[in-house]
Nanobody, 128 residues
C-alpha cells in the first residue's frame, strides 16, 4: 500500500516557476517508477513526466521538455516536479502516481492505467 500526498500548487503568472512535491509513505517508495500527470478542464489525464526508481531514466511530454524537471529523493520518499517558464496552457490539476507493478524497472510506462496509486491532486493555475 502506498499513500501519496502532493503539495506546491498555486496561482502564478506566465513565466513564473513552481515546484511540486509528492510525499510517499506506506511502501518501498525507492523501488518504483513515479510519475506526474495532469488534467486540464474538459481534457483527459496525461503523463507529464516520470522517473525510474534510481533516477536513471526520465520521460517528459513534448509540451514540457526543457521547462520541467522531475527528480526524486529516495531518502525523503519524495518526488519533485520543478516547473519553469510556466504557460497558461500548463493550467491543470497535477497528480502524482506510482507504478508498483515491478521493482526497480528501467522501463517507464506511459499509460495512466499502469500506475496503481494516485495522490489527490494539486491545482496549478497560470494566468496570462
Amino acid at each position: 500500500q502506498v499513500q501519496l500526498v502532493e503539495s506546491g500548487g498555486g496561482l502564478v503568472q506566465a513565466g513564473a516557476s513552481l515546484r511540486l512535491s509528492c510525499a510517499a509513505s506506506g511502501s518501498t517508495f525507492s523501488d518504483y517508477v513515479m510519475g506526474w500527470f495532469r488534467q486540464a478542464p474538459g481534457k483527459g489525464r496525461g503523463l507529464v513526466a516520470a522517473i525510474t526508481w534510481n533516477g536513471g531514466n526520465t520521460y517528459y511530454a513534448d509540451s514540457v521538455k526543457g521547462r520541467f524537471t522531475i527528480t526524486r529523493d529516495n531518502a525523503k520518499n519524495t518526488v519533485y516536479l520543478q516547473m519553469n517558464v510556466l504557460k497558461p496552457e500548463d493550467t491543470a490539476v497535477y497528480y502524482c502516481a506510482a507504478d508498483t507493478s515491478y521493482r526497480r524497472r528501467s522501463f517507464i510506462p506511459l499509460s495512466g492505467a499502469t500506475y496503481n496509486y494516485w495522490g489527490q491532486g494539486t491545482q496549478v493555475t497560470v494566468s496570462s
